[in-house]
């Protein structure tokens, strides 16, 4: 298997992951690891309106950071099978997941027998 291969995709999705989630929210300094939405533009908004934006703003960056979040945990758990030395393996049956298939999704945890 080409292991080293899906590593450096791993690592390379982990990076755009990263900067992605950059661009909707920021490292949460209180729980390592976490991330938190920031609203596109912050500021001492006046009107009643421009406050709502805000508010706006903040929910749908929350919504986008989650999904990012989401995806950027298979990756670490991908990563972290790779140190391991269980990266491949059916999390079910303990066969070799298929490497098309690890091609397709680096982040798979299950033959396609166990989809």
Not at 24 to 52: C, F, M, Y
Request: aromatic share 4%; charged share 35%.
């Amino acid at each position: 298997m080409k292991t080293e291969q899906f590593k450096k995709k791993l690592e390379a999705e982990k990076a755009k992951l990263e900067s992605e989630m950059g661009t909707v929210g920021r490292k949460n300094l209180a729980v390592p690891g976490d991330w938190e939405a920031v609203p596109s533009e912050i500021g001492t908004e006046s009107d009643l309106a421009d406050q709502a934006d805000v508010v706006m703003s903040r929910e749908s960056n929350s919504a986008i950071l989650a999904d990012l979040e989401a995806r950027y945990d298979t990756v670490m758990e991908a990563l972290s099978r790779i140190e391991k030395k269980t990266y491949g393996k059916c999390e079910v049956c303990g066969e070799k997941i298929e490497e098309a298939r690890l091609e397709a999704d680096p982040t798979a945890t299950t033959c396609v027998e166990h989809l």
